[in-house]
């Protein structure tokens, strides 16, 4: 059973950095699939962040690029998130999620497995 659990969430203020974790459990081939973030703050739907594929290709939106950056420790079946020059608008709860194959065009589309989340706040 995959288990995808997020932490580094907190309380920032504008212009502050936060990273956050996401630590994989219950496959294997870790390395074989695409790992992504995703957000999703109140009243709005969920979006793609960044995503991360098995050969180390990124995809990220447009509203983060510059500051955010995804990367992946295969070894210890790790996903980051390092969030910098964080604004009011980066306030949201933010998703760890495994898409189903090594490339990443479906999980930008939201089709993989999910984390709980971990809540990212962001005062001005």
């Known amino acids: 059973q995959v288990q995808l659990v997020e932490s580094g969430g907190g309380s920032v203020q504008a212009g502050g950095s936060l990273r956050l974790s996401c630590a994989a459990s219950?496959?294997?081939?870790?390395?074989?699939?695409?790992m992504g973030w995703f957000r999703q703050a109140p009243g709005k739907e969920r979006e793609g962040v960044a995503v991360i594929g098995g050969d180390g290709s990124t995809r990220y939106d447009d509203s983060v690029k510059g500051r955010f950056t995804i990367s992946r420790d295969d070894a210890e079946k790790i996903l980051y998130l390092q969030m910098n020059s964080l604004e009011p608008e980066d306030t949201a709860m933010y998703y760890c999620?495994?898409?189903?194959?090594?490339?990443?065009?479906?999980?930008?589309?939201?089709?993989?497995?999910w984390g709980q989340g971990t809540q990212v706040t962001v005062s001005s």
């Open positions: 219950g496959y294997s081939s870790y390395s074989s699939y695409c």
């Open positions: 999620a495994r898409g189903w194959t090594r490339q990443c065009g479906g999980l930008w589309y939201g089709r993989g497995d």
